[in-house]
T-cell receptor
Framework: QQQVKQSPQSLIVQKGGISIINCAYENTAFDYFPWYQQFPGKGPALLIAIRPDVSEKKEGRFTISFNKSAKQFSLHIMDSQPGDSATYFCAASNNAGNMLTFGGGTRLMVKP | KAGVTQTPRYLIKTRGQQVTLSCSPISGHRSVSWYQQTPGQGLQFLFEYFSETQRNKGNFPGRFSGRQFSNSRSEMNVSTLELGDSALYLC????????????FGSGTQLSVL
């Protein structure tokens, strides 16, 4: 059972545009929602994370929007750059260790 | 500060063999988690060790096992390899708490022929 659904699977954005990736979860026990960025040949690296007590968190060009009632959260990348081209994963976990449930991933391509 | 180190980087094995992968966490980190990444199934949690004890376990058969040593280094073992075990195996380390930032290594790419 996939507990975190991510969309779209792939995304093409022009340089300077906004990239938006969405995730939905089922398990209401989840209380930590990170986003990871992965480049080819590398492991995932944490971009930004949010907990359910806030609806939005911004770090530089990256913003997480969180809707607890809808059980959805999204990543917005403002002013997207070619260097942002990578695969992005949303994830979720509960307060029971570091066991992350990942979404299926979104392959982002930012065209110059 | 050195990152998470995984060895070997690449492995080729045949069906029925067993394999051991190694992970050295960031100095001071006591939690080590293992994930399997495949194009079809994505990133899936295998297990987590904290202070030499398994703290969480994912939905994988008993052929997949792991352990953690007193210096926090961890190994995972896969016995009786199957073709479907071909994957990138990622190790991640974090500090003592739950829901903390995970630092991933670059993984071990296992190919089963």
């Amino acid at each position: 059972q996939q507990q975190v659904k991510q969309s779209p699977q792939s995304l093409i954005v022009q340089k300077g545009g906004i990239s938006i990736i969405n995730c939905a979860y089922e398990n209401t026990a989840f209380d930590y929602f990170p986003w990871y960025q992965q480049f080819p040949g590398k492991g995932p690296a944490l971009l930004i994370a949010i907990r359910p007590d806030v609806s939005e968190k911004k770090e530089g060009r990256f913003t997480i929007s969180f809707n607890k009632s809808a059980k959805q959260f999204s990543l917005h990348i403002m002013d997207s750059q070619p260097g942002d081209s990578a695969t992005y994963f949303c994830a979720a976990s509960n307060n029971a260790g570091n066991m992350l449930t990942f979404g299926g991933g979104t392959r982002l391509m930012v065209k110059p | 500060k050195a990152g998470v180190t995984q060895t070997p980087r690449y492995l080729i094995k045949t069906r029925g063999q067993q394999v051991t992968l190694s992970c050295s966490p960031i100095s001071g980190h006591r939690s080590v988690s293992w994930y399997q990444q495949t194009p079809g199934q994505g990133l899936q949690f295998l297990f987590e060790y904290f202070s030499e004890t398994q703290r969480n376990k994912g939905n994988f058969p008993g052929r997949f096992s792991g352990r953690q040593f007193s210096n926090s280094r961890s190994e995972m073992n896969v016995s009786t390899l199957e073709l479907g075990d071909s994957a990138l195996y990622l190790c991640a380390s974090s500090g003592t708490g739950s829901g903390e930032k995970l630092f991933f290594g670059s993984g071990t790419q296992l190919s089963v022929l």
